[in-house]
T-cell receptor
Framework: DAGVIQSPRHEVTEMGQEVTLRCKPI?????LFWYRQTMMRGLELLIY????????DSGMPEDRFSAKMPNASFSTLKIQPSEPRDSAVYFC??????????FGPGTRLTVL | GENVEQHPSTLSVQEGDSAVIKCTYS??????FPWYKQELGKGPQLIID?????GEKKDQRIAVTLNKTAKHFSLHITETQPEDSAVYFC?????????FGAGTILRVKS
């Protein structure tokens, strides 16, 4: 299995631009998670889905953030408009709901 | 919500020595306690986990112990090697989502 796939791996954008991060979970996993990692706040859960349905989005910082999962093999995290404080590493992760959560390699986002 | 505290924030050991990292949590309903290792530029990788009905689990040089009454659990690495140098995170879960500790930077000096 290829594991969780994320794209792009690096993204540099200017403040005010729209950013879209993409994720392909491990096949057969019905839970998908978006985490954000910063030095100040560590690993924060932003939102998670079960069977493509958003279950808990209480970690989404603002309305500028949105996430979708149109099917079992694809999810997006969108930031519009982006701000410098959104700079972080964004991880997508997936699991079968047994607790074993597998992380992707992350997308390093820099907003100038 | 769940609150997870992890100590120490940094740990330096000599190669061959043991390393211990400790975490405490607040929600007594939590029942899943994994440990992740993160190397530079990579995502966290699960290295060992324990569920609430078990007190200890071992996998070669790595072990995790759990005290549900006191709400704390620990990661033990024996015979440390330079390749063990990384950031280690504890996490606490309810079977679905995980809440992570702040991480411990482990440096193994050769």
């Amino acid at each position: 299995d290829a594991g969780v796939i994320q794209s792009p791996r690096h993204e540099v954008t200017e403040m005010g631009q729209e950013v879209t991060l993409r994720c392909k979970p491990i096949s057969g996993h019905d839970y998908l998670f978006w985490y954000r990692q910063t030095m100040m706040r560590g690993l924060e859960l932003l939102i998670y889905f079960n069977n493509n349905v958003p279950i808990d989005d209480s970690g989404m910082p603002e309305d500028r953030f949105s996430a979708k999962m149109p099917n079992a093999s694809f999810s997006t995290l969108k930031i519009q408009p982006s701000e410098p404080r959104d700079s972080a590493v964004y991880f997508c992760a997936s699991s079968q709901g047994t607790g074993f959560v597998f992380f992707g390699p992350g997308t390093r986002l820099t907003v100038l | 919500g769940e609150n997870v505290e992890q100590h120490p924030s940094t740990l330096s050991v000599q190669e061959g020595d043991s390393a211990v990292i400790k975490c405490t949590y607040s929600d007594s309903a939590s029942n899943y306690f994994p440990w992740y290792k993160q190397e530079l530029g990579k995502g966290p990788q699960l290295i060992i986990d324990i569920r609430s009905n078990v007190g200890e689990k071992k996998d070669q040089r790595i072990a995790v112990t759990l005290n549900k009454t006191a709400k704390h659990f620990s990661l033990h690495i024996t015979e440390t090697q330079p390749e063990d140098s990384a950031v280690y995170f504890c996490a606490v879960g309810d079977g679905n989502k995980l809440v992570f500790g702040a991480g411990t930077i482990l440096r193994v000096k050769s």
